[in-house]
C-alpha cells in the first residue's frame, strides 16, 4: 500500500510542489522582512504571517493532489504531463502571496481596529534611575517617581498608565516605541535621582514616544529639604510641556504633604514594601508607615497606606484575634486618612475596601469608590476595587469585567488586574475568557496565589478535573491550594486523598480559610457541614464572602431555603 502511495504522490508532483511551496514560503518570507523594517512594522507581523504560511501547506497538497496546471488552466487529474515547469514557479509564488495575505490583513486591519486607541494625551511615567552610590536609595527614586505618577493622574483629561505596569519597565533596556506601545500612552517621562548627604539632583526628560525626541528636559538641584517644592516644579513643568501639545489649560493638583524629610522618607519605604505583596512586607509596611506617622500625625497618605497594610497583615493573620485586630486597625487609619483629607483619594480606596470585605456595606463601599474616582477618574486601583468589591460581589458581573477589562488597559502589566478579571469571568460562567486571563497572570507573574486556582476552577467546572488538580497545586497560598486540590480529588474519586488535604485545611486554617472549608463541603454535597462553615466565615468576618452570591462551587446550596438567609445576613 505505501510503495503505491509513494508512486501516486509522485505520479501527481505532490512533493515537487512542497519543495516549489517551500521555495516560494522563502521567498515570501525574503520579502516580508525588508518590508517590516522599512515600514516600522512590529516584530508580531512576521509570526502573523508564518502560521498562514503554515495554513498554506494543507492546501497547497490538496491541489497538487487533485489537480495539475496544464497551459495555464486548472483540470482535474489524472493528465500525464504534471505540472508544467514555466508554471510552477509563478503558480507557487502565487499561492505562497496569496497564504500569507490573510495574516497580513488580519495584523494590519482587524487586529489594528481592535487594539486599544492611543489617548493623545497620554503619559507613562518610567522609574526613575538611581545614580545614587548607596543602592539602598533606590526606594528614594522609585518614591519620587510614583509621587509625579500620583500628581499626573489627577490632571483632568490626561491618560497616566498605572504604576505597576510603567514600573514592569524597571532595569530593562527597551526601546521607547515598544515601551509605549505596550503602556498604551504617547509620551514617556523618564529621568535619574542622585542623591548625596542632603543634596539630591533630579534629572527629567519627556520623550516623543513616536520618533524617540526630546519634547522637554530639565535638572534640578535642591537640598533634601526642598524636595516637595521639586516634585511639585516637576509635574507643573510636565504637564506645562504636554499642554503645548495636547492639553488646554491645566494645574498641578493639589498634594498631601509632609514637611519632614526622615517621614517621606519612612513612607516612601512603606509604599516600596506594600507593593512587593507578601506577608513579610505588609508587615514591614506597617512598620514604616508607623515611623512616618510617630513624625507626622498629619501625613494622610501614610494613613491610607497604613490601613491597606493592618488590612493584609491581618488577613495573613495565625489566630483569629490577628484576623480581627488587623481589620479593626485598618478601619481606623482609613478614617483617619481621609478626616485628614476628604480630598485623596487613597483614603477612599482604603475604606471602600474595608467597607465591602469586613462589613458587607455594599452602598458605602460604592460611593468610596465612586468618590475615589471623582477625585482621580483613571485611578487603576480604585476601579479594580469597585470591580471586585462591589460590582462582582452584588452580582453585576457582566458590568464588572467591562470595568476590569477598562483597567487592564491602564495597567496592562499588572498581574493582579488579570487574575480579578479571571475570577470575574468564571464566576460569569465564561470558563475559557476566564482561563485566558488567569493564563495571561501567569505570564506577567508566575508566583502568586490566586491565577492558578482560576485556572483550576475554570477547567474543573468544564468537567476536567485531572486538568485542573495541577494548577491548584501552583498556588502559593496553602488556603487556595488546599482547598481547591480537596475538591478536585473528590471530583477523580481519591477519597483519602482529598480527605487528608481537607483535614490540613481544617487544622491549619479555621480561623481565616472558614469560607474555602465551605466550598469543599458544598461541592460534596454536604449541605450541613457547608451552611456550618458558611456560618462561622460569617461570624469571623472572612473575606472570603465577597464571592458567596456569585461562587459556583456554592450552587448544590442555591435551592436550600438557608441559602437566601445567608445572603440576607451579609447584605446581599
Not at 220 to 228: A, N, S
Request: with cysteine; net charge neutral; charged share 25%.
Amino acid at each position: 500500500m505505501a510503495p503505491q502511495l509513494i508512486a501516486e504522490l509522485q505520479r501527481r508532483r505532490v512533493f515537487r510542489a512542497l519543495i516549489g511551496y517551500g521555495i516560494a514560503a522563502f521567498a515570501v518570507l525574503q520579502i516580508i522582512e525588508p518590508l517590516m523594517h522599512g515600514l516600522h512594522w512590529p516584530d508580531e507581523v512576521l509570526s502573523y504571517v508564518v502560521v498562514a504560511l503554515a495554513v498554506g501547506f494543507p492546501i497547497v497538497v490538496s491541489l497538487a493532489w487533485i489537480f495539475d496546471v496544464h497551459e495555464g488552466r486548472l483540470e482535474r487529474t489524472p493528465p500525464t504531463e504534471g505540472i508544467r515547469r514555466r508554471w510552477l514557479a509563478p503558480l507557487l509564488v502565487g499561492l505562497g502571496l496569496l497564504t500569507a495575505a490573510p495574516g497580513l490583513y488580519y495584523y494590519l486591519v482587524v487586529r489594528a481596529k481592535r487594539a486599544p486607541q492611543v489617548t493623545s494625551a497620554s503619559i507613562a511615567v518610567l522609574p526613575l534611575v538611581n545614580l545614587s552610590r548607596d543602592p539602598d536609595q533606590e526606594y528614594f527614586a522609585d518614591g519620587l517617581a510614583e509621587e509625579l505618577l500620583d500628581m499626573l493622574a489627577k490632571v483632568p483629561g490626561l491618560h497616566v498608565a498605572a504604576r505597576t505596569s510603567a514600573f514592569s519597565f524597571k532595569g530593562r533596556n527597551e526601546d521607547v516605541r515598544t515601551i509605549a506601545e505596550k503602556l498604551n500612552v504617547k509620551t514617556l517621562l523618564e529621568g535619574s535621582v542622585r542623591k548625596a548627604g542632603d543634596q539630591v539632583r533630579i534629572t527629567t526628560q519627556l520623550i516623543n514616544a513616536a520618533d524617540g525626541f526630546h519634547l522637554w528636559s530639565e535638572t534640578y538641584d535642591r537640598k533634601l529639604t526642598d524636595v516637595f517644592a521639586v516634585q511639585d516644579e516637576i509635574a507643573r513643568s510636565v504637564v506645562a510641556a504636554l499642554r503645548l501639545q495636547l492639553l488646554p489649560e491645566q494645574a498641578a493638583p493639589r498634594q498631601h504633604r509632609t514637611a519632614d524629610p526622615e517621614a517621606y522618607t519612612q513612607y516612601l519605604l512603606g509604599r516600596q514594601f506594600l507593593n512587593r505583596a507578601t506577608l513579610d512586607n505588609y508587615r514591614r509596611a506597617a512598620k514604616s508607615y508607623e515611623k512616618a506617622l510617630a513624625i507626622d500625625p498629619e501625613f494622610a497618605p501614610a494613613w491610607a497606606g497604613l490601613a491597606l497594610a493592618h488590612y493584609w497583615v491581618g488577613d495573613g493573620g495565625e489566630t483569629m484575634q490577628e484576623v480581627a485586630e488587623g481589620q479593626r486597625l485598618a478601619q481606623e487609619a482609613a478614617d483617619k486618612a481621609i478626616a485628614l483629607a476628604p480630598d485623596l483619594a487613597e483614603g477612599y480606596i482604603a475604606r471602600g475596601t474595608m467597607r465591602a470585605s469586613t462589613q458587607w456595606d455594599w452602598d458605602g463601599a460604592r460611593a468610596d469608590f465612586e468618590r475615589a474616582l471623582s477625585l482621580s477618574p483613571e485611578n487603576a486601583d480604585a476601579l479594580s476595587a469597585y470591580a471586585l468589591y462591589v460590582l462582582r460581589s452584588t452580582g453585576h458581573l457582566d458590568e464588572a469585567a467591562a470595568v476590569e477589562r477598562k483597567v487592564a488597559t491602564l495597567d496592562p502589566l499588572n498581574a493582579r488586574t488579570f487574575s480579578g478579571l479571571a475570577s470575574i469571568l468564571v464566576c460569569a460562567g465564561r470558563y475559557d475568557e476566564g482561563r485566558a486571563a488567569a493564563e495571561r497572570s501567569l505570564e506577567i507573574n508566575p508566583e502568586q496565589n490566586f491565577a492558578p486556582g482560576w485556572i483550576g476552577f475554570s477547567l474543573l467546572l468544564q468537567g476536567q478535573p485531572s486538568a485542573a488538580v495541577p494548577f491548584f497545586a501552583r498556588s502559593r497560598n496553602e488556603v487556595f491550594r488546599l482547598s481547591g486540590r480537596a475538591i478536585g480529588l473528590h471530583t477523580l474519586g481519591k477519597e483519602t486523598e482529598s480527605q487528608a488535604d481537607l483535614d490540613a485545611l481544617i487544622a491549619r486554617h479555621s480561623h481565616d480559610g472558614a469560607y474555602q472549608i465551605a466550598g469543599v463541603y458544598a461541592w460534596r454535597g454536604d449541605k450541613d457541614r457547608a451552611f456550618e462553615w458558611l456560618e462561622r466565615a460569617r461570624v469571623q468576618r472572612d473575606g472570603g464572602l465577597n464571592l458567596v452570591k456569585v461562587d459556583r462551587l456554592l450552587y448544590p446550596l442555591k435551592d436550600d431555603p438557608r441559602f437566601p438567609a445567608l445572603l440576607k445576613k451579609v447584605n446581599l
